[in-house]
T-cell receptor
Framework: DQQVKQNSPSLSVQEGRISILNCDYT??????FLWYKKYPAEGPTFLIS?????DKNEDGRFTVFLNKSAKHLSLHIVPSQPGDSAVYFC??????????????FGQGTRLTINP | NAGVMQNPRHLVRRRGQEARLRCSPV?????VYWYRQLPEEGLKFMVY????????ESGMPKERFSAEFPKEGPSILRIQQVVRGDSAAYFC????????????FGSGTQLSVL
């Protein structure tokens, strides 16, 4: 039961153009989403987040959009650079009955930026 | 990857052996999480520990897997009697506050079971 879905396993974009990575979720109660970036042989690193009280959050070249009615979020990278080539995971914060906060990840999208 | 150290980076075990994965969190962090990534999948939560306490082990298989975070020393994820299906990348993350956003991940241990 995949509660966070990234339906595109891979994406290829020309350097300088916009990269758009998509993520769908199932539960309208989710209220905090994050994007992580992962290079091969490294752990994920936090990129950007958004709260459900917002529909957009921007940090430099990275913008995350949240469409609550469609249960959809997207990450835009403009302009795309070769160093952006990585696997991108969307995630939400889940709360357990023990009070623990933990991340639930999507399957990831491998982004390749072509020179 | 701000200072979470995992070792070994690669671990090869034969079926039935034990695997021990170590994680030293960022200095001063007392919250440790273990995640597992199977090939072509996202990271799946396994267990959340604070010093000397297991807070949430809901993602960990009931048998053969155990985790600890002692008062002194690294956190250990232990897998007994490994099987081929345990082959995966195991990531440790640490946090200062226990808030999900502020997780710092290590580079992972790639476990291969022959």
């Amino acid at each position: 039961d995949q509660q966070v879905k990234q339906n595109s396993p891979s994406l290829s974009v020309q350097e300088g153009r916009i990269s758009i990575l998509n993520c769908d979720y199932t539960n309208s109660m989710f209220d905090y989403f994050l994007w992580y970036k992962k290079y091969p042989a490294e752990g994920p690193t936090f990129l950007i987040s958004i709260s459900s009280i917002k529909d957009k959050n921007e940090d430099g070249r990275f913008t995350v959009f949240l469409n609550k009615s469609a249960k959809h979020l997207s990450l835009h990278i403009v302009p795309s650079q070769p160093g952006d080539s990585a696997v991108y995971f969307c995630a939400y914060i889940s709360f357990s009955i023990q009070g623990a906060q933990k991340l639930v990840f999507g399957q990831g999208t491998r982004l390749t930026i072509n020179p | 990857n701000a200072g979470v150290m995992q070792n070994p980076r690669h671990l090869v075990r034969r079926r039935g052996q034990e695997a021990r994965l170590r994680c030293s969190p960022v200095k001063g962090h007392s919250h440790v999480y273990w995640y597992r990534q199977l090939p072509e999948e996202g990271l799946k939560f396994m267990v959340y520990l604070q010093k000397e306490n297991i807070i949430d082990e809901s993602g960990m298989p009931k048998e053969r897997f155990s985790a600890e975070f002692p008062k002194e020393g690294p956190s250990i994820l232990r897998i007994q009697q490994v099987v081929r299906g345990d082959s995966a990348a195991y990531f440790c993350a640490s946090s200062l506050t226990g808030i999900g956003e502020k997780l710092f991940f290590g580079s992972g241990t790639q476990l291969s079971v022959l």
